[in-house]
């Protein structure tokens, strides 16, 4: 109901201005600024008969074409309200009047096309918007719309195309989506067409140098061909790109380096890393892990141990606890039944977007609709607290 009460203001202050028009031309202060048949049209719709307010609404505007205005707030309350059916109907109803101005029309058409869109009739808001590209000056709205139905039909080389035009118009505009869709399309390409999917991500790099996404899945082409250097070259970059994926890359870059057969190799590079990232948890365990190849149990336990004095985790706690030498019967399960039951709850991905959280890597936010702004999450004491409070 709370909606109505929005509607009163518009209306009383379409009937103001057109009081206003009105007297400035023929001043009479006994005419009342109000037109009756709009009280009648309120009255319905505060008695809950949206129909027949509706086609008073119809009728006041064939009369005056200064109520425009108040039709789209109206059918728009509609729309929110989800009575899209009612919101097709008012503004299918104002694009056939003969008085609009080209303006209004073409925002009535807009309004229409997500009438369609959130109705879930997805071809005929497409055509609306292809149509409206056709105009002299297409309204930049339908742009962005489109581009938003090609998202959801995951119709990924329109949705290109699109994007495209955008960026064309500000080289800044569109760059890391056009790259994400590129991904899209070469993570959809069979497996057998894997120089086609590396065309595909060379574009993705192209648009946006930054995008992590076509770093892996380049490495993963690579990797399947048995070029593990070049998958090697594609995995170190992404630090320089955003250190903050490093650990999606952890586990394909173990594969290179023990197909090269050159652990020592990653030792190192993961020691380079903690140089610069100090408290990366997934680089301290996956160390543990090269130096238990290495060197055995007892050396990787050493590390980890110094490791958690100084960078106290819970993944690190498990590791440690999963690595053996277990001495108390009774304290050491009981540490690793909380530790387990801890992790188990954990959200492993998080959007700094909007803070959606999930267990799954989307690089599609479902909250937000941003792309690449979901993030795997650590849980170390000093950004726990940063976790909860998001
Ligand atoms: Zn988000």
């Known amino acids: 109901m709370e909606w109505l009460f929005l509607l009163l203001p518009i209306a009383a202050l379409s009937g103001w201005l057109s009081a206003r028009k009105h007297y400035q031309k023929n001043y009479n202060p006994k005419q009342s600024p109000f037109d009756p048949e709009y009280f009648k049209g309120l009255n319905y719709l505060l008695n809950e008969q949206p129909d027949k307010a509706i086609d008073v609404f119809i009728r006041l505007l064939e009369v005056n074409s200064e109520t425009v205005e108040t039709h789209l ?6 729309r929110r309200r989800g009575e899209t059916e009612r919101a097709i109907r ?43 590209l056709n105009s002299a000056s297409p309204p930049s709205d339908a742009y962005d719309h489109l581009l938003n139905i090609y998202q959801q039909e995951r119709q990924w080389q329109k949705a290109i195309n699109i994007a495209k035009k955008l960026h064309s118009q500000d080289p800044q505009k569109k760059k890391a989506e056009i790259a994400q869709f590129y991904c ?11 120089q086609e999917a590396l065309i595909l991500l060379k574009k993705a790099s192209q648009f946006d140098s930054n995008c992590v996404r076509a770093a892996l899945l380049k490495a993963n082409l690579h ?24 650990p999606e890359a952890l586990p394909l870059l173990k594969t290179c380096y023990q197909q090269l057969e050159k652990l020592p190799a990653f030792n190192i590079w993961l020691k380079s890393i903690l140089i610069r990232h100090p408290i990366m948890t997934s680089v301290h365990l996956m160390l543990t892990q090269v130096i238990e190849i290495q060197y055995g149990h007892r050396e990787a336990q050493n590390y980890l141990q110094q490791q958690l004095k100084h960078n106290p985790s819970i993944e690190g706690l498990d590791t440690l606890l999963s690595l053996g030498d277990i001495t ?10 909380t530790t387990h039951d801890i992790l188990q709850k954990k959200r492993n991905y998080l959007c700094h977007q909007c803070g959606f959280s999930g267990k799954t890597m989307h690089w599609h936010c479902p909250s ?23």
């Open 184 to 194: 899209e399309l070469a993570e959809e390409a069979p497996s057998s067409m894997s």
């Open 328 to 337: 108390s019967p009774t304290l050491i399960p009981l540490v690793q039944d």
């Open 368 to 390: 937000c609709k941003q792309w690449s702004t979901i993030r795997p999450t650590e849980l170390h004491s000093s950004t726990l607290e940063q976790i909860l409070e998001t």
């Open 90 to 132: 008012i503004h299918q109803n104002l694009i056939a009047r003969p008085t609009l101005t080209p303006l209004q029309r073409e925002q009535a058409l807009i309004e229409l096309g997500l009438d369609y869109m959130s109705a879930g009739v997805l071809d005929r808001a497409e055509l609306l918007f292809l149509e409206l």
């Open 223 to 246: 990797i399947k061909d048995g070029h593990y250097k070049k998958a090697l070259k594609s995995l170190e970059h992404i630090e320089q790109q955003d250190p903050h994926y490093i």
């Open 73 to 78: 707030a109206l059918a728009n309350l509609f």
